[in-house]
Structure formats: structure tokens, C-alpha cells
């Protein structure tokens, strides 16, 4: 079930997004949808601008935040929320790459990469 709530929080974030509207909403939206099933957003993982260099800003938050910023017809970016069905703190291994939940707890995440419309939002990516 954590996979499907992942999947429907990042679908829900995809939702959030159009020119002019605020970065916080991406995670405002992908907060609100995991915790109704009882899971956390693991906070440490963001996600990006991609561009002329691959992770750069915006840095998109999938958590509640204030972050200022509001996104622009063209941006391009990717939204990829991790949901923890325990602790939504992660430690990674000395391989800098393998990370997992810091009490072991499943855990689950979804990516695209989208481009900024006037009404909303292209996924660029296929899963």
C-alpha cells in the first residue's frame, strides 16, 4: 500500500503545479495525502531544477514548508517523494549511495520530471 500512496502523493504534487503557482503547494499536497494513510515524507531528499546543469535550482520541497517561490511557464523540474511507513529520518551507508530509514521501516518513492505549462504541468518522464 505504501508504493500506491507514493505514487498518488506525487501524482497529487504534479496537480499543484502551474505558472504562477507556489513551490510550497508541491509539498503541502504530498504531505497531506501520506499522512491521511499514516506515513511520513522522508524530508532529507528533494527534488530539483534540471537544466543546463542536472540538479539545480529549484530545489522542490515534499514536505509542508514556507518556502518562498512560485514557478514559471518553461521550468523544468523534477518532484520525487520518498513516504516511510516508520521514522522519516534515513542514514546512508559508506558506499554514499545505499540509504534506508533509520529504524528499517519500508519505504517507498516515485519520480517524474515535468516542464512548467500556463495550465498546469507536462510529465516528461514515463515510469
Not at 506515513?39 to 530539483?48: A, I, L, M, P, S
Not at 535550482?57 to 516511510?84: A, C, D, Q, W, Y
Not at 518513492?109 to 514515463?126: D, N, S, V, W
Request: hydrophobic fraction near 35%.
Amino acid at each position: 500500500m505504501c508504493w500506491k500512496v507514493t505514487e498518488e502523493c506525487l501524482e497529487k504534487g504534479i496537480a499543484a503545479c502551474r505558472d504562477g503557482a507556489l513551490f510550497r503547494k508541491i509539498g503541502k499536497k504530498i504531505s497531506e495525502h501520506a499522512e491521511k494513510y499514516g506515513y511520513g515524507v522522508v524530508e532529507r531528499f528533494v527534488g530539483h531544477g534540471v537544466g543546463r546543469v542536472f540538479h539545480s535550482e529549484p530545489i522542490i520541497l515534499h514536505n509542508r514548508n514556507e518556502k518562498p517561490g512560485r514557478m514559471v511557464e518553461g521550468e523544468t523540474f523534477t518532484i520525487e517523494p520518498i513516504l516511510s511507513m516508520g521514522s522519516i529520518n534515513s542514514i546512508t551507508w559508506p558506499d554514499n549511495w545505499t540509504t534506508l530509514t533509520a529504524d528499517g521501516s519500508p519505504a517507498a518513492q516515485f519520480e517524474h520530471t515535468i516542464l512548467i505549462t500556463k495550465t498546469g504541468a507536462e510529465i516528461l518522464t514515463t515510469c
